[in-house]
């Protein structure tokens, strides 16, 4: 026991993890010279750029982009007759520079971000530019998956938050180290050019209705339902909604089976949801019809269709006929990079929607009905809408 205890006193020291971030938590005020750099340019175009934290460059002038970066990024502006000082405003996500030019950390990124969040809303930016991880991170804070620059960048992505265009991009600092810059600065071009073209469309949201969903409970509905799909003419966006990701798990479940024909309205049941009342007899009927309508010849959109399929075999029996599109592999064809074939991040940066947050998926047997209703419907009416842009 002896032996223990100067372990315990040195767990008993440590310090509790701060639950409010601000410059008392963070201090990088007190190892610079330029602490808490504030917005800079005029703004005439309502048009904010967002870059990581200061360096040498920018303590030594005081201003949030200077030297190589402000230079880089001046360059490409001019090519559109966007004057940085004069048209934008520039500001960093973290606004005193940390020692040596590290890479700030979490918790300095959060002690600045009540600054940073409310600097932004008092400009009322039509576009924000993000340069980097950690700018790209903040600004789009409500991301149901990754913000990383090698998925996000070039991406223009609509956010209801700031009621403004979102486009993302490295850093200035990897296309001046040692690499090609010629052939990288056209990444940067083009990253800009989409969303000058966006903001001169100006801001609309891209989010659908998400509180409108059909949950059908009556057995006699159902059935009507699928025989009525069973002969529809035009695409069907499908989805399960499962208890687990493999259908081979001994408690594995359907829960729901969700449908869309347009991305205005989508209809669902319940399988094995708890909440669902039906009897041995009842769902063998449901199960029946869904077999019908699986291997009927009416064209169906997947997202993942390895999956479905393979719950459709373990658990009903069957394959699932005439799938013409499944918008994963489709995205990986139009796009390689990692980490950006998920619904919920296509969703996300092409709508602007993060209603994936509204539920945890590994536990959607213990959330209400109406809620795994209304999220499964949302998945097939987003799944129709990005099958129709993918055609574009």
């Not at 039509?126 to 913000?147: E, Q």
């Not at 998925?151 to 490295?170: E, F, I, K, L, Q």
Request: hydrophobic share 35%; glycine share 4%; net charge negative.
């Amino acid at each position: 026991m002896a032996q223990l205890l100067p372990e315990k006193l040195k767990k008993a020291k440590r310090k509790p993890k701060p639950t409010v971030f601000d410059c008392s938590t963070c201090e990088l005020d007190k190892t610079c010279h330029s602490p808490k750099m504030l917005p800079y340019g005029e703004g005439e175009l309502g048009i904010a750029i967002v870059v990581e934290a200061p360096s040498q460059d920018e303590e030594e002038e005081n201003l949030p982009l200077a030297g190589k970066a402000k230079q880089f990024i001046e360059k490409h502006f001019k090519e559109f007759d966007i004057d940085l000082d004069k048209d934008c405003i520039t500001l960093n996500v973290v606004q005193c520079r940390p020692p040596k030019d590290r890479d700030p950390k979490k918790t300095e990124i959060k002690a600045c971000w009540d600054r940073v969040d409310q600097q932004i809303k008092e400009f009322k930016p039509d576009i924000i530019f993000c340069f980097g991880n950690d700018a790209i991170a903040r600004i789009l804070f409500d991301s149901p998956g990754t913000t990383k620059v090698t998925a996000t960048h070039g991406r223009v992505v609509p956010s209801d938050y700031w009621n403004a265009w979102v486009v993302c991009s490295y850093p200035p600092s990897y296309f001046f180290k040692g690499r090609n810059n010629g052939g990288l600065s056209k990444l940067v071009i083009k990253a800009i050019k989409d969303g000058l073209d966006k903001w001169k469309e100006g801001y609309k949201s891209q989010k659908l209705d998400e509180n409108s969903y059909n949950l059908l409970t009556d057995l006699g509905e159902i059935c009507e339902y699928l025989d009525v799909l069973r002969h529809y003419k035009l695409d069907i966006a499908f989805d399960y909604e499962t208890n687990c990701l493999s259908p081979f798990d001994k408690n594995s479940k359907i829960l729901l089976a969700g449908f869309a024909v347009d991305n205005k309205s989508g209809v669902c049941f319940a399988l094995e949801h708890p909440e669902a009342t039906w009897t041995k007899e009842e769902l063998e009927t449901i199960y029946n019809r869904l077999r019908m309508w699986l291997v009927s010849d009416c064209s169906k959109i997947i997202q993942n269709w390895a999956f479905e399929q393979l719950w459709s075999k373990v658990k009903l029996g069957t394959t699932i006929q005439n799938v013409v599109c499944d918008t994963m592999v489709r995205e990986h064809v139009i796009d390689n990079r990692n980490g950006i074939c998920s619904q919920d991040f296509q969703t996300y940066v092409r709508y602007g929607s993060n209603y994936k947050n509204d539920v945890e998926q590994e536990k959607l047997e213990q959330t209400p009905l109406n809620k795994v209703a209304r999220y499964c419907v949302n998945d097939c009416k987003y799944l129709w809408k990005w099958y129709l842009d993918q055609n574009c």
